[in-house]
Nanobody, 122 residues
Framework: QVQLLESGGGLVQPGASLRLSCAAS????????MGWYRQAPGKERELVAM???????NYADSVKGRFTISGDNTKRAVYLQMSSLKHEDTAVYYC????????????????WGQGTQVTVSS
């Protein structure tokens, strides 16, 4: 069993900053990539940022220059530093991980967190 536990969401004003955290636990052998998606009301879930092998990163165009993703392999954690937040950043943010698991059988799977709400409002 794998669990992704998120924290750090909240209500902030436009222009403010927030830091999201996500820690993975369970029978994890290797993490290939970790990242963040978000889903706003009435919209599809979209990629926000991803970090992979060698700390390679990928960002949605809408957050480039404002958001920074980082990871900590020893803690099996990923972080999203969000700055200059806008109303349109309001969404539920989901942690994602592509990883190898071994619970007697080794296999690769995608895992998702429960989501954390980020609301940007004046």
């Amino acid at each position: 069993q794998v669990q992704l536990l998120e924290s750090g969401g909240g209500l902030v004003q436009p222009g403010a900053s927030l830091r999201l955290s996500c820690a993975a636990s369970g029978s994890i052998v290797k993490i290939n990539t970790m990242g963040w998606y978000r889903q706003a009301p009435g919209k599809e879930r979209e990629l926000v940022a991803m970090i992979g092998t060698g700390d390679t990163t990928n960002y949605a165009d809408s957050v480039k220059g404002r958001f920074t993703i980082s990871g900590d392999n020893t803690k099996r954690a990923v972080y999203l530093q969000m700055s200059s937040l806008k109303h349109e950043d309001t969404a539920v943010y989901y942690c994602y991980a592509d990883l190898w698991i071994d619970d007697g059988v080794r296999f690769r799977r995608d895992s998702w967190g429960q989501g954390t709400q980020v609301t940007v409002s004046s």
